[in-house]
């Protein structure tokens, strides 16, 4: 079996409740889990989102979106995480963020055979970014999940669920999946208002034709619209894992 877990929240520093804000006339997630199901590598598909009061519309979202849900910590997110895909027992876990709306199928389906053709532990297109930052996928099996679950330590490792198995490729088979194109600096994700609008243009031009439009498609907008892809163009790769390790090394400064 393989689950794809959907990490969302609605906190957020700098664009709070982003997962519920509208993008096309639905909350950014529900657009979101609409693509992932597209998916034809997937077994089954879970939003796990935290266990306090204002994700509760996160967790009253799932059933709209057709796909199950289960709360837990909010900080301790790799905890979440594996008590999420405990419950299924799975063969492998797929993980994917909630500040994706852009997320193609066709990459997820895509890194799960390459993980599976690799036998790897843990297969992502995000340990040499090749892909647009917001196509992100990671890929594993619930062994290597499991023993990051229960080794894992300190607030890097707790907070980003598999930064535990990039520590250590000496004890996991990693798999990078690459496109052939050097796209990484292509910035489709949501963190600031910016990244927002940049999802809601590319929304409003391409969904009204086809709703299953793909990532090519996106490509092709931004390039014969460059002033879309200029709106969030400022904004660095990876913030939120560069404060985690900000505060992990100042935990440990101050004993």
């Known amino acids: 079996m393989i689950l794809a ?38 077994d089954s598909i879970v939003i796990a989102t935290s266990d306090q009061s204002e994700d509760d519309p996160v967790a009253d979202l799932a059933p709209q979106a057709g796909v ?15 008590r999420a895909a405990e419950r299924y027992s799975p063969d492998h876990v797929v993980r994917i963020t ?12 895509g890194c799960v055979q390459f993980m599976i053709d690799g036998a790897y532990d843990y297969a992502s297109n995000t340990l040499r970014p090749t892909w647009p930052d917001g196509l992100d996928v990671e890929a594993m099996t619930f062994d290597a999940l499991r023993t990051a679950w229960e080794q894992g330590r300190g607030i890097v490792e707790r907070e980003h669920v598999t930064q535990f ?20 600096d292509l910035r489709w994700t949501v963190d600031e208002p910016e990244d927002l609008e940049f999802v ?56």
């Open 98 to 109: 909630g500040d994706c709306p852009l997320i193609d199928w066709n990459v997820i389906d």
């Open 68 to 82: 199950d849900h289960f709360r837990g910590s909010l900080d301790d997110v790799l905890d979440r995480y594996y």
């Open 165 to 184: 198995i990039h520590r250590h490729p000496d004890r996991f088979r990693l798999g990078s999946y690459e496109s052939a194109r050097d796209l990484s």
């Open 200 to 255: 809601r243009q590319v929304y409003d031009a391409l969904y009204p034709a086809n709703a299953a439009f793909t990532y090519e498609d996106v490509l092709g907008l931004i390039e014969s619209r460059p002033d879309i892809a200029l709106l969030n163009a400022a904004f660095e790769r990876n913030e939120g894992l560069k404060r985690s390790e900000e505060a992990e090394l100042k935990a440990d400064k101050n004993g």
């Open 5 to 42: 877990i959907v990490q969302a929240r609605a906190s957020s520093s700098r664009l709070p409740g982003k997962v519920m804000l509208p993008v096309h006339g639905a909350p950014m997630l529900l657009r979101q889990i609409e693509r992932v199901r597209r998916s034809t590598a997937l």
